[in-house]
């Protein structure tokens, strides 16, 4: 109990008193998490949107595998952009194999099953009528299309917010494409596991605050858009 303690203490005085190497691992971290975040949202949000205002043949059994790649393991996203980007793989002579866009390439396929996902789930829980409205109103399909997003856009700031969250707590794929280097990839979860195992507790506990503050401030912003 007072190892729990005196780690906590410590942990917390790492924090205010601005360690750089748990700050330097926080800032790594919320870079790659967010550009992986906002990659994933310029190109799935608007896919999802274009599967549920588009009908074709499979359309429900596509929706179907993506809501199922919702808890897609990590490892094996790793495993994908790992044998993807390796010496002997297809895209291997690019060079990004243990470096931070390998991980936000590993990033962006583990979240975008949720942001296309999530955005479809929001559309669905849009009355149809105000579509018809706008139509009958004399708008284009383009535009109606534009008024049935914009009304759904707390779901979808929602499908974000949960893809950075997801991202942001993720070390399956930063620890198998990323290689957990200091200073260059190492993040909150990878930095954690390692200083645990070397038995820095209150390094990990500081990085453990911070990433723990960093995903219920993230819960929240989702209940309250959740509630809107």
Same mark, same amino acid.
């Given at each position: 109990?007072?190892?729990?303690?005196?780690?906590?203490?410590?942990?917390?005085?790492?924090?205010?008193? *601005?360690?750089?190497?748990?700050?330097?691992? +926080? =800032?790594?971290? /919320?870079?790659? %998490?967010? !550009?992986?975040?906002?990659? &994933?949202?310029?190109?799935?949000?608007?896919?999802?949107?274009?599967?549920?205002?588009?009908?074709?043949?499979?359309?429900?059994?596509?929706?179907?595998?993506?809501?199922?790649?919702?808890?897609?393991?990590?490892?094996?996203?790793?495993?994908?952009?790992?044998?993807?980007?390796?010496?002997?793989?297809?895209?291997?002579?690019?060079?990004?194999?243990?470096?931070?866009?390998?991980?936000?390439?590993?990033?962006?396929?583990?979240?975008?099953?949720?942001?296309?996902?999530?955005?479809?789930?929001?559309?669905? *829980?849009?009355?149809?009528?105000?579509?018809? +409205? =706008?139509?009958? /109103?004399?708008? %284009?399909? !383009?535009?109606?299309?534009? &008024?049935?997003?914009?009304?759904?856009?707390?779901?979808?700031?929602?499908?974000?917010?949960?893809?950075?969250?997801?991202?942001?707590?993720?070390?399956?794929?930063?620890?198998?494409?990323?290689?957990?280097?200091?200073?260059?990839?190492?993040?909150?979860?990878?930095?954690?596991?390692?200083?645990?195992?070397?038995?820095?507790?209150?390094?990990?506990?500081?990085?453990?605050?911070?990433?723990?503050?960093?995903?219920?401030?993230?819960?929240?912003?989702?209940?309250?858009?959740?509630?809107?």
């Amino acid at each position: 109990m007072d190892l729990v303690i005196d780690s906590f203490l410590t942990a917390l005085k790492l924090i205010f008193t *601005g360690d750089r190497e748990v700050f330097s691992i +926080t =800032a790594r971290t /919320l870079l790659i %998490s967010s !550009t992986s975040t906002l990659i &994933a949202a310029l190109t799935f949000v608007p896919l999802g949107s274009l599967i549920y205002f588009h009908s074709f043949p499979g359309k429900g059994l596509l929706i179907n595998i993506i809501q199922t790649l919702y808890s897609m393991p990590t490892v094996f996203v790793g495993l994908l952009v790992f044998i993807t980007f390796s010496r002997a793989g297809p895209l291997g002579s690019l060079g990004v194999l243990f470096s931070p866009t390998a991980i936000i390439i590993g990033y962006v396929v583990l979240i975008s099953p949720i942001m296309a996902g999530v955005t479809i789930s929001a559309l669905r *829980g849009i009355a149809p009528e105000i579509q018809e +409205t =706008a139509i009958s /109103l004399g708008a %284009s399909r !383009t535009q109606a299309i534009y &008024a049935v997003v914009r009304e759904a856009r707390d779901g979808v700031s929602t499908a974000v917010l949960l893809g950075f969250g997801r991202a942001i707590s993720e070390i399956g794929v930063a620890i198998m494409v990323g290689g957990n280097i200091r200073g260059y990839t190492r993040t909150l979860t990878t930095a954690m596991a390692l200083e645990t195992s070397m038995g820095n507790f209150e390094l990990a506990m500081a990085l453990g605050i911070i990433l723990v503050s960093l995903a219920l401030a993230v819960n929240i912003l989702v209940s309250q858009l959740q509630h809107r």
